[in-house]
């Protein structure tokens, strides 16, 4: 290597010092670049330069101790080697870095250091010659049959196939290593192989700072056969596998090209293949269909020729792991027995018969057909009628697994269909993951809030759940992480929503929808006393025998601190009573353990009949009476003042007020709708929030009383016909700060300007609902049964619903009907002839009232 021809490295190299390793020429290493001097390295000369040369650094091995390192550049180590950096990766996490590829060229020596910073730069010496190398016969002439060199050069290739003859030559690797040898100048067979098997970072070095070909030979030929040695021993004290007694090796990074570096490692790989064999072993047995069972094959024959240190490794294994874990053929068997689920549902839940007549049908049609798909329901109510707790209890009584999903706010719908795996963290979608959670194929599935499903520019999950409620498709879901088909027809799918407006009408036509109506005051009552009242004495660490609440009581809390369609709010006011009265027990609790004798601290509520919470304790001589009974007194003390009072008479006291239903999601209520009138010109003010539609239906009102201002007596304030004229009409709805909308207060509007115009009241105990015509018809609305609901908890007597409403009344429960009058009106002159006392004045026949259905 004397020759002084050859390729030329330039003499002036950036310098990049690493803790990492030592880079040996004719090796490939990667090398992490952190320190402030590295990074100004890669942007100011890797980034920046255009040139092959600009790619050709100097890696000098650092010596000094990372943890002790300085801003002060170190002793450079003399000889350090010339690296063509081939790839070059940045990263922002955990911190800025750069992780280099850099494949070794030569040795150079540090003539002078030019500069240090901002990263330093060196004058060097080139000490190997990058010319064609020659061949090994040719080497060996040039030594001479009996140079030492030549006799050095021929027992390290002697070693280096003994070596390589102790692996297994049916590994692509290894036989590539062997084709290597054959190929390779012997002259690099002493950094090739040094880089390879394994030696401590100073024996690396002592092989880098052997300049001479001889002494690199020297220095190498001890590694090489310890490491043979080390090979013989480990296969004398190892049993032979089954097949083959050879000891078995891997090369830990694939492929060995010249100048790759990669390590032998003795220890793992057998228990890498014996794990890859039991993955192979429950992929068998995981009873997938064929398409999937040829996916997760092909995917196993990729792992066993991928080495562990490739990202894709995890990623492969990650999946096959997801697919053997997928419930392919495991299912849960249906309890069928009808009696036995009606009196389950019965103790879990009261009323709700619509919702337990569909699932005893289900049942009764499983009996039949064994084979049914799994039905898609949708529970659409308010808040706190139990449509989730339903859920469950369909689940236990069917006997089957179950899993909430939680779909308010969603955006993205890979939460719904799953990442493709060529993203890094991709992961299955809820579906997928959630059967992987229950392990069957057959469990009940609740999709909470369905109609709070979001858009954003990650896709619309509302369309990606279309695959998953069709019954027609989701036989062959294909979630986009398993990239195969999985049958989705034995699960049952439960969506429950507050409303159907916000759920796109494509999702809403493939679920079957099941209105949940709010609870009327005496289903509350029953639900507080089966349900509530013992959840929170639990809950609380309180027994029956502490505490009573009457159902007097329970009925004052759900009229005067409560107006709700569900019992959300019943049992927070349920727990602060707990609360109150955990206080008095534990106080009577603490004064027995320390004062009081055992006679004194026996109950007294057989002697004294319990007590109430309010009664004063005195000095707290003796702990409470029990059981402490709550009534209206001890009610107030706890809760506070009422909240909600009968308000309806009160407010009716001037004329140009009314009282109109309202639907909500929340449930119905009641909504009074004031007017007044001044002098002006005949201007129309609308107050309260009011959306396009209610302001619409106002002008229609305001129309058709003007047109039939004649014939109902309807004068302005100077006494002419026309209301409007001289005169400002002021219509104004309460809770301004709630935005209103529809159509269902326009029966209402005409009432309250009616009794404006005409100075009459209107009856204090009639609530209406209903749209409005120009011509005076009255037309249908929707929620009917919410409406009537709220009138009745509001303490309404009479009700006004459309005619065509009529059929909704059989909805309502027959208690509620019972106590209230309902009156089906066609037209406004049957609306105006029974809100007002004696009918409507210039009304043909005042006296004759519409339709009533009463007190059915």
Known sequence: MSSNSGI???????????????????????????????????KNRLLKGTSLKSTIIGVIPNTRDPEHDTEDLPTLHSIGTAGLAVQVVGSNWPKPHYTLLITGLCRFRVAQLLKEGPFPVAEVEQLDKLEQYTSPEEMSEAAGPDGELGELSQRFYQAAVQLVGMLDMSVPVVAKLRRLLDSLPRETLPDVLASMIHTSNKEKLQVLDAVSLEERFKKTLPLLTRQIEGLKLLQKTRKPRLDDDKRVLAVRKGGVLPGRQFSLDEEGDDEDGDDTAVLERKVKGANMPEPALRVCLKELKRLKKMPQSMPEYALTRNYLDLMVELPWSKSTTDCLDIHAARVLLDSDHYAMEKLKRRVLEYLAVRQLKSTLKGPILCFVGPPGVGKTSVGRSIARTLGREFHRIALGGVCDQSDIRGHRRTYVGSMPGRIINGLKTVGVNNPVFLLDEVDKLGKSLQGDPASALLEVLDPEQNHSFTDHYLNVAFDLSQVLFIATANSTATIPPALLDRMEVLQVQGYTQEEKVEIAHRHLIPHQLEQHGLTPQQLQIPQDTTQDIISKYTREAGVRSLERKIGAICRAVAVKVAEGHNVTKSEATPAESAPQGAEHGGRRAEEPDGDMAAPPDMPIVMDHIALKDILGPHVFEMEVSERLTLPGVAVGL???????????????????????????????????????????????????????????????????????????????????????????????????????????????????????????????????????????????????????????????????????????????????????????????????
């Open 8 to 42: 030329q490295i330039p003499s002036r190299l950036p310098l990049l010092l690493t803790h990492e390793g030592v880079l040996l020429p004719g090796s490939t290493m990667r090398i992490s670049v952190e320190t402030a001097r590295n990074m100004h390295l890669v």
């Open 662 to 856: 309202a639907w909500t999601p929340l449930g119905g209520e009641i909504m009074f709708v004031e007017a007044s009138r001044m002098e002006g010109e005949g201007q129309l003010t609308l107050t309260g929030q009011l959306g396009d539609v209610m302001k619409e239906s106002a002008h229609l009102a305001m129309s058709w009383l003007r047109s039939n201002a004649k014939t109902y007596q309807l004068t302005n304030l100077v006494g002419g016909s026309d209301p409007l004229e001289g005169t400002d009409i002021h219509l104004h709805f309460p809770a301004g700060a709630v935005t209103k909308d529809g159509p269902s207060a326009g029966v209402t509007m005409v009432t309250v300007l009616a009794s404006l115009f005409s100075g009459r009241l209107v009856r204090s105990d009639v609530a209406m609902t209903g749209e409005i015509t120009l011509r005076g018809l009255v037309l249908p609305v929707g929620g009917i049964k919410d409406k009537v609901l709220a009138a009745h908890r509001a303490g309404v007597k009479r009700v006004i619903i459309p005619k065509r409403n009529e059929k909704d009344l059989e909805e309502i429960p027959a208690n509620v009907r019972k106590e209230l009058d309902f009156v089906t009106a066609s037209n406004l002159d049957e609306v105006l002839n029974a809100a007002f006392d004696g009918g409507f004045p210039g009304m043909s026949n005042p006296l004759t009232l519409p339709h009533i259905v009463s007190k059915l």
